[in-house]
């Protein structure tokens, strides 16, 4: 500081008993977090001397199985980093009971018609219109939210627990934040081990053609 008294400084770390007022008398540190982040003391703090450039920090829902909230503090000033979009996509609902409901009905349908037309071209046309017209009607759809950044094993299940997790911690629900903290992140350690094992089991299919080939390439 002595060197370079210009430069910008943040100190953050969970400070719990550690007496800090050094940083105000002898840095002249303004300490911003003023929100709850264990219980109701604050125990995460962020001291800096360019508090001017940052909006009031909030709080969100624990990390993993931590017990603290974590703080999040902006800039004031939009920064260009390509963080993503959200877009919006049109998906059918293909729950369990809509996959029970087509094949209930797929197992009903007559197809004495098909078997009455005379080509092929013909005969697949109506089979094509048949399962259309039904998977229209057994699957219905939707509008739905996806960001560009989401971890290619995220489903539309966890997405839901996760908002319902945030909602109880905006409400002050304590108790329940932290039963679907821990809900999320087993959904999230299973989906990503389910997640990666089948991109293993995919390779592992794979080495062996890749090995074909390349003894095929090499005249081996």
Not at 8 to 34: P, S
Not at 35 to 52: C, F, H, P
Not at 121 to 139: G, K, P, R
Not at 176 to 184: D, G, M, S, Y
Request: some cysteine; overall charge positive; proline content about 3%.
């Amino acid at each position: 500081m002595r060197k370079h008294p210009e430069c910008g400084v943040i100190i953050t770390g969970d400070f719990n008993q550690l007496w800090d007022n050094f940083m105000k008398t002898h840095y002249r540190f303004v300490q911003v977090v003023n929100v709850v982040t264990r219980g109701q003391a604050i125990l995460d703090k962020m001291w800096t001397n360019m508090e001017e450039v940052y909006t009031l920090p909030v709080t969100i829902s624990e990390l993993g199985s931590s017990d603290h909230n974590m703080v999040l503090l902006k800039p004031k000033a939009k920064n260009s980093v390509d963080t993503g979009c959200v877009t919006r996509l049109t998906v059918r609902c293909m729950g369990p009971k809509e996959k029970a409901t087509f094949s209930m009905a797929l197992s009903a349908i007559k197809w004495e018609p098909l078997f009455r037309l005379d080509s092929c071209a013909d005969q697949y046309s109506y089979y094509q219109t048949v399962i259309c017209n039904l998977m229209e009607i057994c699957f219905s759809t939707k509008i739905v939210t996806r960001h560009t950044a989401d971890k290619p094993w995220v489903t539309d299940w966890f997405r839901d627990l996760v908002r319902k997790r945030k909602r109880a911690h905006m409400s002050g629900d304590l108790n329940q934040a932290k039963i679907l903290r821990n809900k999320v992140n087993r959904a999230a350690s299973k989906l990503k081990y389910n997640f990666y094992q089948t991109q293993i089991a995919a390779m592992l299919i794979g080495i062996p053609r890749l090995v074909e080939a390349y003894e095929n390439n090499n005249g081996t």
